[in-house]
């Protein structure tokens, strides 16, 4: 089974705001598993294959995602 991570978790793997994960997550941007309207988490796998896709530029992935998501790739 996956891990579950927090937006604490996930804005710290990306060093970015956890304002910034709700903001893509409301954008739809970000797969994530929702318990309740408050608690949301995101398994570590569709996130590892959300990164996986923009390091090899996937067209498909890529192009649905604004410029400010791209920029993950050069992580």
Request: one cysteine or more; hydrophobic letters at 40%; aromatic letters at 6%.
């Amino acid at each position: 089974m996956d891990r579950l991570l927090t937006v604490r978790e996930l804005a710290d793997r990306f060093r970015i705001t956890p304002t910034c994960v709700y903001r893509w997550l409301s954008d739809g941007l970000l797969p994530a598993v929702r318990f309740s309207r408050r608690c949301v988490r995101f398994r570590e796998s569709d996130i590892q294959r959300l990164l996986d896709q923009l390091k090899d530029g996937d067209p498909d992935a890529a192009g649905a995602l604004p410029e400010r998501v791209r920029r993950l790739k050069k992580l």
